[in-house]
């Protein structure tokens, strides 16, 4: 389980000061999937860096199973947007380099590698290049390096950005069907309000930045999902809109920067859903 407790992150110092997160509490069960959506510069990447333990939160304080975070650990796991694979390593070689530098048995990495690349359609490209995968291999073995160290807790930032819709939402049932098979604790960050009711079991909606949690929801759709039914599911629908409309609602907030245009710009929209 991860806690996060009136969490706050500022940049630069006095005058400077920049605040990129305000009072930030929220907490992911342990073997769920929470899902952070938020508009784009809300400073979701930074709480993930914080959760991670690459950065310190200037206030409040972040738990892991109860335990403050004061680093990073291998109990906790981020796959990032950019690539983290090695260019001069094969897929497989990737694969394997996290136990093995833990100096890990070699034979039972060797079979973990195997297992994956089989699970992730990876087999008869594991001698090939990170250069010489699609866009979509990459994620997949990405994903493979990610999971051959069996983290407690997996955190993914946006993982999935910038792949075609295909191959996205290809990858996207997969990684779901691959947390339904395995408890993990997953923590989700996403733009994508599609993406986000498929995986959660917890929606957590965040303002603009400075970030706040702007609203908690619990998605309680019946598993397995698909991207497809959901499509035509009226409860999945009716937590999509109610989502949405915080959202929207905050990235209008960020895209206007405070002008009176897009507050009253706002308010319209408001009202307009309002009626709905
Ligand atoms: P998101 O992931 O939600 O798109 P980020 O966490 O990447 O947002 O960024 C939130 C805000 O924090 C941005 O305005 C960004 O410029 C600022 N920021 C992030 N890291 C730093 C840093 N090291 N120094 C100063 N500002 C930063
Ligand atoms: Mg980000």
Redesign the pocket.
Known sequence: MIEAKSVSKSYGAGRFAKPVIAECSFVAPRHKCTVIVGP???G???M?RLIAGFEKPSRGEILTDGKAVTGPGRDRLVMF?ESALFPWMTTEQNIVYGPLARHERKADTVSRAKFLLEKTGLMAAKRRYPAQLSGGMQRRAELARSLINDPEIMIL??PFRGLDAMTKKLMLEYYVKLSEETPRTNLF?TTDIDEAILLADRLIVMSAAPMRVRAVIDVDLPRPRELHTLLRDDAANALKLEALSLLHEEAMKAFAGGSRAAGDFIEAYRKRLAAV
């Open positions: 784009s510069g809300a979701k990447s930074t993930i947007q930032d946006e960050v």
